[in-house]
């Protein structure tokens, strides 16, 4: 759901019953907010970014990490994950926290970065089940939705290097992933995928995609939920597999978030690429049962090969009842291959 899930939360709750569309929000229209400083809100005004932790020299870059093997295009060995090996699943079970440099978005930004990892690491630990080892990750906030449309219109703002960087050096430290999630406003995924290269060109970072937030021509984000295509998602996916191939990458992790039906179209048409861990992850805040209705409807018309995941929501979720526990979502069917706080 992403960054503006907190100021959105009463919108969102009718997303956790099974089957069930969002209302609009164009009743609860967005904050007026600086474009390129925070977040679209769809019903309070969303908390302002502060400003990068750290100076562009901190940014690690491209094969910054001593301890790992030079890829090229031209040939040597396929690098490794965090953790050792090239394919994610079935080694590992994802789990991991979201969020950015506002508290607002989610657990990942408030206080220290590497007390949230530790808690990561412990969170992990309780998901070790049926043979699977815990990989941590962060999942960062990248492309950041606007509530006005800055100078192209395309209501997004870039997270800078520095700041990825500084979450980037953190995962290093603790062998965990960073996913950078985009939340595109107007513009396209690919175009936004495209433009986080110089990172996707690293071993230990993948990409989460958060269609809600994508609109189209004349529509504002926070005033409609967004969508996307599956031939969106399989244009995204060709490109960035073939990445990994030209720079002889392990495979990467590929999320796509969804918090009902029609936030996806066309579900069944997703292609699996061999390069890619692709991860539908189940989204939406609300009570055990809701969440669990939304879960069923949503994994039903996966294609083989798609990963499942499922987002939990640290303060929302308990307005509705008590969090779910890492054995009630084991519990699930297909249990999660990843599972997200926020």
């Known amino acids: ?27 609860a229209p967005a904050g007026t907010v600086p474009s390129g400083t925070t977040a679209a809100a769809p019903a309070t005004p969303a908390a302002e970014v ?34 050792g090996g090239t394919e994610l699943f079935p080694r590992y079970r994802l789990v991991g926290y979201s969020g950015g440099a506002a508290k607002s978005f989610g657990r990942l930004g408030i206080g220290d ?50 700041e990825i960087g500084r979450y980037l050096k953190a995962a290093r430290r603790n062998k965990a992933l960073l996913l950078l999630n985009i939340q595109p406003g107007r513009a396209d995924f690919l175009t936004e995928v495209k433009a986080m290269q110089k990172w996707l060109a690293e071993p230990d970072v993948g990409i989460a995609l958060d269609p809600e937030w994508a609109v189209g021509p004349g529509q504002r984000p926070g005033h409609v939920y967004g969508r996307t295509s599956a031939a969106e998602l399989n244009e995204v996916s060709l490109w960035l597999s073939e990445f990994v191939t030209e720079h002889r990458l392990p495979q990467k992790a590929f999320v796509v978030h ?27 805040i ?9 879960w069923r409807k949503l994994v039903e018309p ?27 979502v084991l519990g699930l069917k297909p249990k999660p291959e990843y599972v997200l706080y926020e």
């Open 258 to 284: 969804q918090l009902a039906p029609r936030i996806i179209s066309d579900v069944p048409g997703i292609r699996v690429r061999k390069n890619l861990a692709f991860v539908l992850s189940v989204d939406g």
């Open 113 to 162: 970065l590497q007390n949230r990892a530790e808690e990561i690491e412990k969170l992990g630990a309780q998901y070790d089940s049926d043979g699977r080892e815990a990989m941590p990750v962060m999942e960062l906030i990248a492309t950041v939705v606007q509530a006005s449309p800055g100078k192209d219109g395309k209501y997004r703002a870039r997270t800078s290097d520095a």
């Open 286 to 294: 609300g009570g055990r049962e809701d969440k669990e209705k939304t």
């Open 1 to 27: 759901m992403g960054v503006a899930s907190v100021a959105a939360a009463s919108l969102l709750v009718a997303g956790c019953q099974a089957g069930t569309a969002h209302t609009s929000a164009s009743a």
């Open 50 to 83: 502060p400003a990068a932790g750290t100076t562009a020299r901190e940014s690690p870059g491209p094969s910054s990490s001593p301890d790992e093997t030079t890829a090229t295009p031209n040939g040597g060995a396929t690098r490794e994950l965090p953790r």
């Open 302 to 328: 996966l294609p083989e090969g798609i990963h499942t995941g499922f987002k939990l929501f640290y303060e929302e979720d308990r307005e509705h009842g008590r969090l779910m526990t890492p054995k009630q």
